[in-house]
């Protein structure tokens, strides 16, 4: 599997932007495609989906897909995949399942 990124999008996107920003905070590099200016590349984005839509913007951090992710899921795959260390998530939540906490931990269910 490949150690990269890949972000797919547009320059005129919001979400697209927002990406950029994200992963230039955490001097992460990737590669940007706009898929509104290059056919190639969004003939590609497009054979990632079983619909063959323009699904923009998705992101490939080595290989595992991620349409539209929220910042949390992104940083869980970017620490997964080895791109940075940071906050598990899962030991700053607060769980209200009704279950005994001494004897259950609801974030064992959140993989990292």
């Given amino acids: 599997m490949e150690n990269n990124i890949i972000r797919y999008g547009s320059v ?3 979400k697209t932007q927002h990406y950029k920003g994200f992963l230039e905070s955490k001097n992460i ?16 984005l497009k054979s ?3 619909s063959g839509k323009l ?10 897909k991620l349409r539209n992710p929220s910042d949390i899921e992104l940083d869980k795959w970017l620490i997964k995949k080895g791109f940075t260390t940071g906050t598990n998530y899962a030991q700053n939540l607060k769980f209200t399942c009704g279950i005994d906490s001494s004897r259950h931990d609801c974030g064992d269910a959140i993989e990292y």
């Fill in 12 to 14: 005129d996107c919001h």
């Fill in 29 to 44: 590099s990737f590669e940007f495609y706009d898929v509104t200016k290059d056919k190639a590349k969004a003939k590609e």
């Fill in 48 to 50: 990632l989906y079983k």
């Fill in 55 to 64: 699904n923009f913007p998705t992101l490939l951090v080595s290989g595992k």
